[in-house]
């Protein structure tokens, strides 16, 4: 609307302009008209002069608004209550345009104070860091979790808490790190992570902090509850017998509260006796044994880092189950990635680990239709080395998946329940997780993650 106004009184200028020069050729001829062609003269350069202070005039209101854009200046308006109903029209449409820039701009200032207060507000400590170490944003959380206030650049840390600085320089993309630290005489258990985020041409660094104590605290508590119900079982299915058969031996050397004489000892007697501490024996070893299996939960060795290339180390679990599968007719598949060809960890840990899986694998398939088992090697889209041993068993009751890993529980008749609790603690020590998938006649996949 604006444009066409203008194009009108453009149009209506060139009439008049032209009309005047028309006007001023004719009476020029004639000397008797001289002053009259003095005049339209003049009327030609009053004419040029408005056309020019008219397009002047549009070209700075043009050329201010977008000076006040550009400088985020939204408070410029444009008269109109003038005359000139072209020019009215421009000033309405640039306030509008103005007005909008500015509704746009206080609708973002609205979220970004409201994302800013959803950050400082939340439990999880957040703080963005650019490549120079300038510290962008960081919310509350982070700051008390970090023991920090006014700080401007991570390298400050350095001296604060070289701990934290340590690994918030050397942590990886989308690494979890955990970390105990004491502040204040409080002890906090943190786990740290790290993403990249690219904004234009500059590079952000997102770190998130967790601490994790209470749920940490919690869970021990619980396990702690679930393994003295679990040994309060075994100790008492153990003293239990024990007790009641020292009972009644007792009772073949005792007549009214008082011991027999020699001769009233019978053969019986002694043949019950002996049977008797036989039974104190083995139940006595027994408990020793489970102490022992208690030991071995209590004390793992430290992992011994080195490269493992992933064909060697496949081979070896196809020669070590090659005659029992075959024996057994249980078909046993191997796989790996094939961009993986070397991978980090402790072998001798990690073969232990996939050896009791594996066992109780060839356990769970034993009277299936379909005996498979596989072992496979896979990489993750953040770079961990995944390990999956899947079988086509029983499967486990959903019931029984959360306690399948408290130490001493099993649902075989032999097990001794230490296996998976040992399993998850050496894949622990190594860096990486471990857990259970079943589904109850599906079959079951154990997932280690490194």
């Not at 020590?429 to 993650?449: D, M, P, R």
Request: aromatic residues 10%; neutral net charge.
């Amino acid at each position: 609307m604006v444009f066409k106004n203008a194009t009108i009184t453009l149009l209506l200028n060139i009439i008049v302009f032209a009309s005047t020069i028309v006007f001023l050729t004719l009476t020029i001829q004639s000397e008797k008209w001289f002053y009259v062609s003095i005049i339209f003269g003049l009327l030609i350069i009053a004419e040029v002069y408005n056309l020019i202070l008219f397009y002047n005039s549009v070209n700075r209101k043009v050329a201010y608004f977008f000076e006040a854009v550009r400088n985020d200046d939204s408070s410029l308006v444009f008269p109109e209550n003038i005359n000139s109903k072209s020019i009215v029209r421009l000033n309405k449409s640039i306030n509008n345009i103005n007005k909008l820039i500015s509704d746009i701009k206080i609708s973002n200032q609205s979220k970004e104070k409201f994302l800013s207060e959803l950050i400082n507000h939340s439990s999880t400590g957040l703080m963005s860091v650019d490549n120079s170490g300038f510290i962008v944003h960081i919310n509350n959380s982070a700051k008390t979790l970090l023991g920090i206030d006014n700080t401007a650049n991570i390298n400050a840390l350095r001296q604060q808490n070289p701990v934290i600085y340590k690994i918030l320089n050397s942590i990886n993309q989308f690494e979890r790190r955990s970390v105990k630290l004491l502040f204040n005489n409080e002890v906090k258990h943190l786990v740290i992570q790290k993403s990249t985020l690219k904004f234009k041409d500059e590079e952000y660094y997102i770190f998130s902090l967790d601490d994790i104590k209470k749920e940490i605290d919690e869970n021990e508590l619980d396990s702690y509850q679930k393994l003295i119900r679990v040994m309060t079982h075994e100790i008492m299915n153990s003293i239990a017998p024990i007790t009641s058969l020292s009972n009644t031996l007792s009772r073949f050397f005792y007549k009214n509260q008082h011991p027999k004489k020699p001769e009233e000892i019978t053969q019986k007697n002694i043949t019950d006796t002996i049977d008797g501490l036989s039974i104190i024996e083995e139940q006595g070893d027994a408990l020793i044994h489970f102490v022992d299996n208690y030991r071995k939960l209590t004390k793992l060795p430290e992992p011994n880092f080195k490269n493992i290339v992933v064909k060697d180390w496949l081979n070896f679990f196809v020669t070590l189950y090659k005659a029992e599968m075959e024996s057994r007719d249980i078909t046993f598949r191997v796989a790996f990635d094939s961009n993986i060809s070397n991978f980090i960890s402790d072998d001798k840990l990690l073969n232990q680990v996939i050896i009791n899986v594996i066992k109780n694998a060839i356990h769970a398939v034993q009277n299936s239709s379909r005996k498979e088992i596989a072992l496979i090697l896979e990489s993750s889209e953040t770079g961990k080395r995944i390990i999956k041993i899947t079988d086509t068993g029983c499967g486990i009751e959903s019931t029984l998946i959360d306690k399948i890993f408290i130490p001493f529980f099993t649902t075989k008749t032999n097990g001794d329940g230490i296996g998976l609790s040992l399993s998850r603690q050496i894949i622990n020590s190594l860096g990486g997780t471990f857990v259970i998938k079943s589904e109850l006649g599906n079959g079951t996949q154990a997932i280690i993650s490194l």
